[in-house]
Protein backbone atom coordinates (compact mmCIF):
# COMPACT_ATOMS: atom_id res chain seq x y z
CA UNK A 1 0.00 0.00 0.00
CA UNK A 2 0.79 4.25 -0.01
CA UNK A 3 2.56 5.58 2.18
CA UNK A 4 1.54 9.12 3.61
CA UNK A 5 4.17 11.36 5.30
CA UNK A 6 3.19 14.75 7.06
CA UNK A 7 5.46 17.31 8.10
CA UNK A 8 6.00 19.56 9.75
CA UNK A 9 4.98 16.57 13.34
CA UNK A 10 4.59 19.70 15.55
CA UNK A 11 3.86 23.65 14.62
CA UNK A 12 3.62 26.36 17.14
CA UNK A 13 2.40 29.39 16.35
CA UNK A 14 0.69 32.90 17.54
CA UNK A 15 -2.60 33.99 16.20
CA UNK A 16 -2.91 35.64 13.42
CA UNK A 17 0.32 34.07 11.75
CA UNK A 18 0.20 31.76 8.22
CA UNK A 19 1.39 28.04 8.02
CA UNK A 20 1.73 25.54 5.64
CA UNK A 21 1.37 21.95 5.83
CA UNK A 22 2.60 18.98 3.34
CA UNK A 23 1.45 15.53 2.97
CA UNK A 24 4.05 13.26 0.63
CA UNK A 25 2.74 9.80 -0.91
CA UNK A 26 4.62 7.24 -1.91
CA UNK A 27 2.37 6.67 -5.23
CA UNK A 28 -0.08 7.88 -7.16
CA UNK A 29 -3.69 8.27 -5.62
CA UNK A 30 -6.95 8.40 -6.43
CA UNK A 31 -8.08 9.88 -3.37
CA UNK A 32 -6.62 12.55 -1.08
CA UNK A 33 -8.47 14.07 1.78
CA UNK A 34 -7.47 17.08 4.81
CA UNK A 35 -9.35 16.47 7.92
CA UNK A 36 -8.47 18.47 11.31
CA UNK A 37 -9.30 16.58 14.63
CA UNK A 38 -11.14 18.40 17.15
CA UNK A 39 -10.56 18.31 21.16
CA UNK A 40 -12.81 15.74 21.33
CA UNK A 41 -11.49 13.48 18.65
CA UNK A 42 -14.12 13.98 15.57
CA UNK A 43 -12.35 13.83 11.89
CA UNK A 44 -13.62 16.73 10.50
CA UNK A 45 -13.48 17.50 6.44
CA UNK A 46 -11.55 19.67 5.35
CA UNK A 47 -10.81 19.05 1.69
CA UNK A 48 -11.25 16.11 -0.72
CA UNK A 49 -8.50 17.11 -3.19
CA UNK A 50 -7.26 14.11 -5.52
CA UNK A 51 -5.88 17.17 -7.55
CA UNK A 52 -5.97 21.04 -7.99
CA UNK A 53 -6.63 23.52 -5.30
CA UNK A 54 -9.65 24.71 -3.50
CA UNK A 55 -10.10 26.85 -0.89
CA UNK A 56 -12.77 27.35 1.61
CA UNK A 57 -12.26 30.67 3.60
CA UNK A 58 -9.51 30.85 5.55
CA UNK A 59 -7.79 27.31 4.41
CA UNK A 60 -6.91 26.47 1.08
CA UNK A 61 -5.43 22.85 -0.26
CA UNK A 62 -3.05 22.24 -3.52
CA UNK A 63 -2.80 18.66 -5.10
CA UNK A 64 0.07 18.21 -7.27
CA UNK A 65 -0.61 14.74 -8.19
CA UNK A 66 2.07 14.36 -10.89
CA UNK A 67 4.89 15.33 -7.81
CA UNK A 68 3.01 13.40 -5.04
CA UNK A 69 2.39 15.49 -2.64
CA UNK A 70 -0.53 18.02 -1.18
CA UNK A 71 -0.15 21.19 0.82
CA UNK A 72 -2.69 22.49 3.46
CA UNK A 73 -2.63 26.22 3.91
CA UNK A 74 -3.92 28.18 6.88
CA UNK A 75 -4.33 32.13 6.88
CA UNK A 76 -4.43 34.41 9.69
CA UNK A 77 -4.66 31.69 12.14
CA UNK A 78 -6.83 31.90 14.72
CA UNK A 79 -6.83 29.58 18.19
CA UNK A 80 -9.43 27.34 17.35
CA UNK A 81 -7.49 26.06 14.60
CA UNK A 82 -5.60 24.18 16.92
CA UNK A 83 -5.46 20.68 16.39
CA UNK A 84 -4.48 17.72 15.03
CA UNK A 85 -4.14 17.62 10.91
CA UNK A 86 -4.57 14.64 9.10
CA UNK A 87 -4.05 14.09 5.52
CA UNK A 88 -5.29 10.29 3.99
CA UNK A 89 -4.68 9.15 0.71
CA UNK A 90 -5.92 6.11 -1.38
CA UNK A 91 -4.95 4.00 -4.68
CA UNK A 92 -6.22 1.43 -6.66
CA UNK A 93 -3.17 -0.71 -6.62
CA UNK A 94 -3.98 -2.89 -9.39
CA UNK A 95 -7.65 -2.48 -8.95
CA UNK A 96 -7.32 -4.49 -5.70
CA UNK A 97 -8.40 -1.60 -3.49
CA UNK A 98 -12.06 -0.34 -2.80
CA UNK A 99 -11.68 2.93 -0.55
CA UNK A 100 -9.26 2.30 1.62
CA UNK A 101 -7.77 5.92 3.24
CA UNK A 102 -4.10 5.45 4.12
CA UNK A 103 -3.21 8.49 6.63
CA UNK A 104 -0.25 10.06 7.31
CA UNK A 105 1.02 10.63 11.40
CA UNK A 106 -0.91 14.27 11.51
CA UNK A 107 0.48 17.19 12.03
CA UNK A 108 -0.04 18.80 15.51
CA UNK A 109 -0.98 22.56 15.49
CA UNK A 110 -1.03 24.57 18.55
CA UNK A 111 -2.24 28.55 17.94
CA UNK A 112 -1.55 30.60 20.97
CA UNK A 113 -3.54 34.05 21.69
CA UNK B 1 -26.78 18.07 5.63
CA UNK B 2 -27.15 14.51 5.67
CA UNK B 3 -23.84 13.23 8.02
CA UNK B 4 -22.60 9.93 9.21
CA UNK B 5 -23.89 9.15 13.01
CA UNK B 6 -22.29 6.58 15.40
CA UNK B 7 -23.60 4.87 18.93
CA UNK B 8 -22.90 5.10 21.32
CA UNK B 9 -20.17 7.68 21.96
CA UNK B 10 -18.60 6.33 24.55
CA UNK B 11 -18.01 1.97 25.50
CA UNK B 12 -16.79 0.74 28.27
CA UNK B 13 -16.40 -3.18 28.15
CA UNK B 14 -14.19 -5.73 30.10
CA UNK B 15 -11.99 -7.79 28.58
CA UNK B 16 -13.17 -10.86 26.68
CA UNK B 17 -16.68 -9.33 26.71
CA UNK B 18 -18.36 -8.60 22.91
CA UNK B 19 -19.09 -5.14 21.59
CA UNK B 20 -21.41 -3.75 18.81
CA UNK B 21 -20.50 -0.85 17.66
CA UNK B 22 -23.29 1.03 15.73
CA UNK B 23 -23.15 3.64 12.31
CA UNK B 24 -25.82 4.68 10.63
CA UNK B 25 -24.21 6.10 7.01
CA UNK B 26 -25.32 8.21 4.37
CA UNK B 27 -28.58 7.31 3.19
CA UNK B 28 -27.63 7.40 -0.57
CA UNK B 29 -23.85 6.30 -0.29
CA UNK B 30 -23.45 2.43 -1.10
CA UNK B 31 -19.49 1.88 0.25
CA UNK B 32 -18.90 1.66 3.72
CA UNK B 33 -15.77 1.97 5.99
CA UNK B 34 -14.57 1.46 9.82
CA UNK B 35 -11.22 2.46 10.63
CA UNK B 36 -9.66 2.99 14.63
CA UNK B 37 -7.11 5.39 16.16
CA UNK B 38 -5.57 4.22 19.32
CA UNK B 39 -5.10 7.11 21.91
CA UNK B 40 -2.03 9.03 20.39
CA UNK B 41 -1.70 7.38 17.04
CA UNK B 42 -2.67 7.72 13.68
CA UNK B 43 -5.96 6.53 12.20
CA UNK B 44 -5.79 3.05 10.87
CA UNK B 45 -8.35 1.40 8.07
CA UNK B 46 -9.70 -1.62 9.35
CA UNK B 47 -12.78 -2.72 6.70
CA UNK B 48 -14.72 -1.93 3.74
CA UNK B 49 -18.25 -3.25 2.98
CA UNK B 50 -19.55 -2.84 -0.03
CA UNK B 51 -22.61 -4.93 -2.28
CA UNK B 52 -23.56 -6.51 1.69
CA UNK B 53 -19.84 -8.11 2.07
CA UNK B 54 -16.42 -7.01 2.59
CA UNK B 55 -14.32 -5.92 -0.30
CA UNK B 56 -10.81 -5.41 1.52
CA UNK B 57 -9.56 -5.47 5.28
CA UNK B 58 -6.75 -4.67 7.27
CA UNK B 59 -4.25 -7.38 9.09
CA UNK B 60 -5.69 -5.86 12.02
CA UNK B 61 -9.26 -7.42 11.09
CA UNK B 62 -8.89 -10.88 12.34
CA UNK B 63 -11.60 -13.10 13.08
CA UNK B 64 -12.26 -11.64 16.50
CA UNK B 65 -14.20 -8.55 14.03
CA UNK B 66 -16.79 -9.36 11.81
CA UNK B 67 -19.74 -6.34 10.33
CA UNK B 68 -22.81 -6.40 9.17
CA UNK B 69 -25.17 -4.54 7.56
CA UNK B 70 -28.27 -5.81 9.34
CA UNK B 71 -31.50 -3.85 7.63
CA UNK B 72 -31.53 -0.68 5.19
CA UNK B 73 -29.25 1.71 7.26
CA UNK B 74 -27.48 0.63 10.00
CA UNK B 75 -23.85 -1.06 9.68
CA UNK B 76 -22.30 -2.67 12.61
CA UNK B 77 -18.59 -3.66 13.84
CA UNK B 78 -18.58 -6.07 16.65
CA UNK B 79 -16.04 -7.62 18.57
CA UNK B 80 -16.29 -10.62 19.60
CA UNK B 81 -13.86 -11.23 22.53
CA UNK B 82 -12.44 -7.66 23.63
CA UNK B 83 -8.60 -7.52 24.59
CA UNK B 84 -7.32 -4.19 25.99
CA UNK B 85 -5.47 -3.32 22.54
CA UNK B 86 -9.06 -2.85 21.34
CA UNK B 87 -8.91 0.39 23.28
CA UNK B 88 -9.50 2.91 20.55
CA UNK B 89 -11.47 5.24 18.79
CA UNK B 90 -13.96 3.63 16.11
CA UNK B 91 -14.65 5.28 13.27
CA UNK B 92 -17.72 4.73 10.35
CA UNK B 93 -16.94 6.18 6.94
CA UNK B 94 -19.72 6.11 4.04
CA UNK B 95 -18.98 7.29 0.41
CA UNK B 96 -20.92 6.89 -2.86
CA UNK B 97 -19.83 4.64 -5.55
CA UNK B 98 -19.89 5.90 -9.05
CA UNK B 99 -17.32 3.79 -10.45
CA UNK B 100 -14.49 5.83 -9.22
CA UNK B 101 -13.36 6.92 -6.04
CA UNK B 102 -15.61 9.27 -4.24
CA UNK B 103 -15.30 11.75 -0.79
CA UNK B 104 -15.71 9.24 2.25
CA UNK B 105 -17.61 11.12 4.95
CA UNK B 106 -16.65 10.15 8.11
CA UNK B 107 -18.75 9.56 12.01
CA UNK B 108 -18.23 11.23 14.91
CA UNK B 109 -16.74 8.11 16.74
CA UNK B 110 -17.11 5.63 19.41
CA UNK B 111 -14.23 5.82 21.84
CA UNK B 112 -14.09 2.16 23.31
CA UNK B 113 -12.26 1.38 26.76
CA UNK B 114 -11.80 -1.97 27.62
CA UNK B 115 -10.54 -2.53 31.32
Known amino acids: GIQVEQSPPDLILQEGANSTLRCNFS?????LQWFHQNPWGQLINLFY???GTKQNGRLSATTVATERYSLLYISSSQTTDSGVYFCAGGANAGGTSYGKLTFGQGTILTVHP | EPEVTQTPSHQVTQMGQEVILRCVPISNHLYFYWYRQILGQKVEFLVS????????KSEIFDDQFSVERPDGSNFTLKIRSTKLEDSAMYFCASSEWTGGWNEQFFGPGTRLTVL
Open chain 1, 49 to 51: IPS
Open chain 1, 27 to 31: DSVNN
Open chain 2, 49 to 56: FYNNEISE
